[in-house]
């Protein structure tokens, strides 16, 4: 294939992939060790959005979610025509989009976090409350359809091992993410360990996902 000054330009936004969702998880768990009262178990990555230092996981959010887009429109430019060049960037576009959408519509406090949050769930939510919560819903299409396509792609182009790698890494993935509500004790406290680790499980993959992409288009 030709090279373009494009398309050497579309490679080098790629990394962007994996940077954002490397950034999104590893600044939500120093978030999450270094907050005062905020407790791991207890409390998902998105309430640290809520709180003094919120800002600092909105920004999180939104900043994750623009690279994830200049990624994806790297990967449009460098893989148009090709296996997974035209749905496999619109995937990971709308995870970017889940992200930026949870950073922009700010999750209710609870579970105690921050202090004085109820000790549960709300009894009801605020409209930026429900939005916030499609918003992970949005993110988490993005990243299943993402895996799919790129499965595909490394099927037929004979790369087994990164086909099965992404295929059990998309199992754990969506396991993971909704084994959370089976969770729930007798305190009506959920353990959302699970989304934690299923976020570095993503982020690592999105890295793969990166550093193959750029060696496969290396010759273009």
Same mark, same amino acid.
Request: glycine share 14%.
């Given at each position: 294939m030709t090279v373009t000054a494009t398309t050497t330009s579309a490679r080098r936004l790629i990394p962007a992939i994996g940077a954002g969702s490397a950034l999104f998880i590893t600044a939500g768990i120093i978030g999450g060790l270094t907050r005062a009262s905020f407790?791991? #178990?207890?409390?998902? &990555?998105?309430? /640290?959005?809520?709180?003094? $230092?919120?800002?600092?996981?909105?920004?999180?959010?939104? #900043?994750?979610?623009? &690279?994830?887009? /200049?990624?994806?429109?790297? $990967?449009?430019?460098?893989?148009?025509?090709?296996?997974?060049?035209?749905?496999?960037?619109?995937?990971?576009?709308?995870?970017g989009v889940g992200l930026i959408a949870g950073g922009v519509f700010v999750t209710d406090p609870a579970f105690g976090y921050p202090d004085g949050a109820p000790a549960l769930a709300p009894d009801t939510l605020s409209w930026h409350g429900w939005l916030h919560a499609v918003a992970p819903i949005i993110g988490m299409i993005g990243a299943v359809g993402a895996m799919v396509a790129f499965a595909l792609r490394w099927r037929r182009a004979g790369h087994t091992g990164l086909a099965v790698y992404t295929v059990l890494t998309m199992i754990v993935y969506v396991v993971g993410g909704l084994s959370v509500q089976a969770t729930q004790n007798a305190e009506g406290y959920y353990n959302f360990i699970p989304l934690w680790i299923t976020g570095v499980i993503a982020a690592v993959w999105m890295i793969v996902l990166s550093a193959r992409v750029l060696s496969e288009t290396r010759a273009q």
């Open positions: 407790d791991m #178990v207890k409390n998902p &990555l998105s309430q /640290l959005s809520t709180g003094d $230092l919120g800002w600092l996981n909105i920004a999180n959010f939104v #900043v994750s979610g623009l &690279l994830m887009l /200049l990624g994806a429109y790297g $990967l449009r430019e460098v893989l148009r025509g090709q296996p997974a060049g035209t749905w496999g960037p619109r995937w990971i576009a709308l995870n």
